[in-house]
């Protein structure tokens, strides 16, 4: 059972879009009607095709999510209905992000930002408020 599978720059336009959160949404994946998963995608991602590709032979970035594993594991294991690929995909339609198809043919590396650690801001200098 091969499938094609997507291009590229269409998982790395999705994974833009996804704003590195996982874009799967509702009960397709094991998540409450109409509720994102949102995970985050750092840990690992997977590229789904939201409508099989057996049925619809579609590698367009509209067909294609940005989900972490758990979901994509989910979704698997499950069979999928086009009527819930036609939710996750209209919600997908629905996000604010607007899509850059362009992708720069040499992207920089990215290395993950530590999360939640930040440094607190420091002067240079020790200012001493003695009395
Ligand atoms: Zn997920």
Not at 27 to 53: F, K, M, Q, S
Not at 59 to 74: F, G, T
Not at 92 to 98: D, S, V, Y
Not at 118 to 131: E, F
Request: include cysteine; charge should be positive.
């Amino acid at each position: 059972m091969a499938r094609r599978e997507f291009a590229g720059k269409t998982r790395k336009a999705a994974l833009l879009r996804s704003g590195k959160r996982c874009e799967a949404v509702g009960a397709w994946y094991g998540l409450p009607t109409g509720e994102r998963c949102a995970n985050d995608l750092a840990r690992g991602v997977e590229y789904d095709h939201i409508i099989l590709d057996a049925n619809s032979k579609d590698n367009r970035l509209e067909n294609c999510a940005a989900v972490c594993i758990p979901c994509h594991r989910h979704k698997t294991a499950k069979h999928d209905t086009p009527t819930a690929a036609k939710t996750v995909a209209q919600s997908l339609m629905g996000m604010k992000t607007r899509i850059k198809v362009k992708i720069p043919s040499a992207p920089k590396p990215e290395k993950p930002a530590p999360k939640g650690h930040a440094c607190p801001r420091r002067s240079l200098y020790i200012v001493r408020t003695s009395p």
